[in-house]
């Protein structure tokens, strides 16, 4: 099966300007998650989905960050504007919905964002 | 914040030896993941372990649970220099509805020839 696809894999934008991932998940998994991991640390939790309505979004600065899941399948991740400790890279995973009471999730490989 | 720890931050080692790294975290779970990272790539799902069992093992890997001291570890046997990764734990909180997984910070593993 194919995985999870992310583009762009690299953005390069000055402080203030804004800038968008997508995500698309692995076919028929309805739960779609949206990382962000600074260089050194673990992934932390910005938003998560389930088909196309937002299960947690208590750690999206949403000042600046927005995110939608329309049709229930692709995602974007917009930041609007940008700032110097958004640089990280944003990592999107997929999962199928919970039904034995494990969740396990298939990330992408990564959009990296450089701040200027 | 994030709810586990892992320890030690980095670990080097030699191809052949065995790499063990904890986890420790901070409120009931449901069930414990272990994910590696190769440099410039996405995580991948290695193993997970269930809240009612204590060990489980996958090819060369090996995790124990022990959730009266909230803690985990991971053996990685007989590495090889393709082990060279970060590895995280992550823990799915007993409350959460849809498996919201947190990781730690990671534990930097360098296996050389």
């Known amino acids: 099966e194919a995985g999870v696809a992310q583009s762009p894999r690299y953005k390069i934008i000055e402080k203030r300007q804004s800038v968008a991932f997508w995500c698309n998940p692995i076919s028929g998994h309805a739960t779609l998650y949206w990382y962000q991991q600074i260089l050194g640390q673990g992934p932390k939790l910005l938003i998560q989905?389930?088909?196309?309505?937002?299960?947690?979004d208590s750690q999206l600065p949403k000042d600046r960050f927005s995110a939608e899941r329309l049709k229930g399948v692709d995602s974007t991740l917009k930041i609007q504007p940008a700032k110097l400790e958004d640089s990280a890279v944003y990592l999107c995973?997929?999962?199928?919905?919970?039904?034995?009471?494990?969740?396990?999730?298939?990330f992408g490989a990564g959009s990296r964002l450089t701040v200027l | 914040s994030q709810q586990g720890e892992e320890d030690p931050q980095a670990l080097s080692i030699q191809e052949g030896e065995n790499a063990t790294m904890n986890c420790s975290y901070k409120t009931s779970i449901n069930n414990l993941q272990w994910y590696r990272q190769n440099s410039g790539r996405g995580l991948v799902h290695l193993i997970l372990?269930?809240?009612?069992?204590r060990e489980k093992h996958s090819g060369r890997l090996r995790v124990t649970l022990d959730t009266s001291k909230k803690s985990s570890s991971l053996l990685i046997t007989a590495s090889r220099a393709a082990d060279t990764a970060s590895y995280f734990c992550?823990?799915?909180?007993?409350?959460?509805?849809?498996?919201?997984?947190?990781f730690g910070a990671g534990t930097q593993v360098v296996v050389t020839p």
């Open positions: 995973a997929s999962s199928v919905a919970q039904v034995t009471g494990a969740n396990v999730l298939t």
């Open positions: 372990i269930r809240s009612n069992e």
């Open positions: 992550a823990t799915d909180p007993r409350r959460a509805s849809w498996g919201k997984l947190q």
């Open positions: 989905f389930q088909n196309n309505g937002v299960v947690d």
